[in-house]
């Protein structure tokens, strides 16, 4: 299968006619996303193991040639923010014209006929089921693809090899949040039985992600079945909600992974200027510890700075590494065997105390205390 879902860009990763209109494209595409659904069975399509058979399809050949590289030789010296805007806004475009274009062939009898489904051989499946394969499947492997591009873009590229990583993609994809569908946004066009499907999936650890991959293969199915399953405005809603679906899925892997770029950078800008790789680590966590719950941003961040503390400093704290409650006495102990001057420490407090937003009261007290420890160092 090779698809170009994105801005003219096949499953290989290469370009095809610019000149193509956005119609002519998506006709192409859809016929080869057509000719993968021939190849499913009814029991792939109603099982949603069709979805664990995409990913792999639609991901592989296309995310390693569609790198940083990739971008870089095209759009060199282009902030990622216009380009990531570029790309979502021509994906909702084709989500849009692929809505229109499936929706004409659909029936108010395909929801009654995917429950209906049964058997192993492709010639069982209905036509008008597979219609809505094609639709689904298109949206899919849009949004995947869309999702893919943007962490590409911000130079922060998922793993796929990596259960978590791949997970991650998935979420971010259809704007899975917090370890459930997300509980605004596409979640309502959902009826209440598929919620307790999707419930049971991402209830799951992200070590299972691969193994429940036919369950939002489902989520998928019967999300698309709500928007033709109301006569007369199949067509219209289908446009609606192709384009809206993935205009979200956009914004939410551009939110997602802007804001990871954002702590990978903070992360680099902090360790390249300390000539104190151990005493940066302290006060950081120092900092984040400070709270009683650590947010996903300080976990990122201080994941980060020991990562690069490693690679750029040689530094690996086992001590820092084998920690469970934290002294803060051991933190000034710490402190007070460095030599040269710490002062840049008390710029790493504060910023690692605004990573998730404006410091909290324990964060600020300890960088009030960390402020008067320098103050009095000064002074000997």
Not at 46 to 56: D, E
Request: proline content about 4%; cysteine-free.
């Amino acid at each position: 299968m090779t698809t170009a879902p994105i801005e003219g860009v096949d499953a290989d990763g290469n370009e095809t006619d610019g000149d193509d209109t956005d119609r002519e494209a998506v006709e192409h595409e859809q016929a080869e996303i057509r000719e993968f659904v021939k190849r499913l069975s009814a029991d792939d399509i109603r099982s949603g193991n069709w979805f664990t058979k995409l990913v792999a399809q639609a991901l592989s050949a296309y995310t390693r040639k569609v790198n940083w590289q990739y971008f870089q030789e095209r759009y060199a010296g282009v902030p990622a923010d216009v380009i990531v805007d570029q790309r979502i806004k021509m994906a909702a475009r084709y989500a849009a014209i692929e809505g229109g274009l499936s929706a004409g062939a659909y029936t108010a009898a395909v929801a009654a006929t995917i429950g209906s489904l049964g058997g192993a051989s492709p010639a069982t499946v209905p036509a008008a089921v597979a219609t809505l394969m094609v639709d689904v499947a298109y949206i899919s492997q849009l949004q995947l693809r869309l999702a893919h591009d943007i962490a590409v873009l911000y130079r922060v590229p998922p793993d796929l090899d990596d259960p978590e990583d791949l997970w991650k993609m998935l979420r971010v994809a259809f704007t899975i949040k917090s370890g459930e569908a997300a509980r605004t946004g596409v979640i309502k066009f959902v009826p209440g039985l598929t919620r307790q499907v999707i419930k049971r999936f991402y209830a799951k650890s992200a070590l299972s992600a691969a193994k429940g991959l036919p369950y939002v293969g489902k989520y998928l199915l019967q999300r698309s079945v709500i928007k033709v399953g109301i006569p007369l405005v199949g067509v219209p809603l289908s446009v609606i909600l192709n384009r809206w679906t993935t205009l979200l899925a956009g914004r939410h892997a551009q939110a997602v992974f802007r804001n990871e770029a954002r702590v990978v950078e903070l992360a680099e800008r902090l360790t390249a200027r300390t000539e104190h790789p151990n005493a940066m680590l302290w006060v950081a966590w120092l900092v984040i510890a400070a709270d009683r719950e650590k947010s996903d941003n300080e976990a990122l961040l201080m994941r980060h700075l020991v990562r690069l503390a490693r690679e750029r400093h040689g530094v690996v704290d086992e001590g820092l590494a084998n920690l469970v409650d934290l002294d803060p006495a051991d933190v000034w102990h710490r402190l007070d065997a460095e030599a040269g001057d710490l002062g840049h420490l008390l710029d790493v407090a504060q910023q690692v105390a605004e990573v998730d937003g404006p410091a909290g009261k324990r964060e600020q007290a300890v960088i009030a205390e960390l402020r008067e420890w320098l103050g009095l160092r000064a002074t000997r």
